[in-house]
T-cell receptor, first 113, second 114 residues
Framework: DADVTQTPRNRITKTGKRIMLECSQT?????MYWYRQDPGLGLRLIYYSFDVKDINKGEISDGYSVSRQAQAKFSLSLESAIPNQTALYFC????????????FGEGSRLTVL | AQSVTQPDIHITVSEGASLELRCNYSYGATPYLFWYVQSPGQGLQLLLKYFSGDTLVQGIKGFEAEFKRSQSSFNLRKPSVHWSDAAEYFC????????????FGAGTRLAVHP
């Protein structure tokens, strides 16, 4: 089983719908992240969390919200999806003091029609 | 502001040939530097990282990278490419004390011809 699990792996939805992407990890890491990948743009940070009570905006947080339900769970929500949120979304984890290495899930491909 | 530039969007090499993927960064202090690989349908996997010390770092799968401060570069190399190396490669920079917030380049997609 993967250490960082994302659900769903693929989702097609319509403009205006609410969508939640979920991430769970068994690595025991305290830090969790949501990135968005677009062709030609690489990965951009949406939100990150250093522990259950800590939530921080990344560079492209507009239109997104997150919830850290437990140390092992970090969900990303699109309250009202729009077509330019069509992308591949990655959850990642890291451990405090581990000097930068991120561990990624396999990605959630979201298409907004 | 931190930034990462990967000048080559696509690279095609023949199997057995050598490979060099370019990465240039912009950062005001000594950065943490990383190379990640993304195989089709997979998440990103760390190939190697540089924090300090020897500027030539070895990674997994036979890859190495060299940090050149004077050129603000961190190029990835492999002496002999295998067909299984076909993937997308991302260079990333992190700030010391930046709590693992990495800035990624746009990626270089590598194709390997038999």
């Amino acid at each position: 089983d993967a250490d960082v699990t994302q659900t769903p792996r693929n989702r097609i939805t319509k403009t205006g719908k609410r969508i939640m992407l979920e991430c769970s990890q068994t690595k025991g890491h305290d830090r969790m992240y949501w990135y968005r990948q677009d062709p030609g743009l690489g990965l951009r940070l949406i939100y990150y969390s250093f522990d259950v009570k800590d939530i921080n905006k990344g560079e492209i947080s507009d239109g997104y919200s997150v919830s850290r339900q437990a140390q092992a769970k970090f969900s990303l929500s699109l309250e009202s999806a729009i077509p330019n949120q069509t992308a591949l979304y990655f959850c990642a984890t890291s451990l405090y003091g581990n000097t930068g290495e991120l561990f990624f899930g396999e990605g959630s491909r979201l298409t907004v029609l | 502001a931190q930034s990462v530039t990967q000048p080559d969007i696509h690279i095609t090499v023949s199997e057995g040939a050598s490979l060099e993927l370019r990465c240039n960064y912009s950062y005001g202090a000594t950065p943490y530097l990383f190379w990640y690989v993304q195989s089709p349908g997979q998440g990103l996997q760390l190939l190697l990282k540089y924090f300090s010390g020897d500027t030539l770092v070895q990674g997994i799968k036979g890859f190495e990278a060299e940090f050149k401060r004077s050129q603000s570069s961190f190029n990835l190399r492999k002496p002999s490419v295998h067909w299984s190396d076909a993937a997308e490669y991302f260079c990333a920079v992190g700030a010391i004390g930046g709590y693992n917030k990495l800035i990624f380049g746009a990626g270089t997609r590598l194709a390997v011809h038999p």
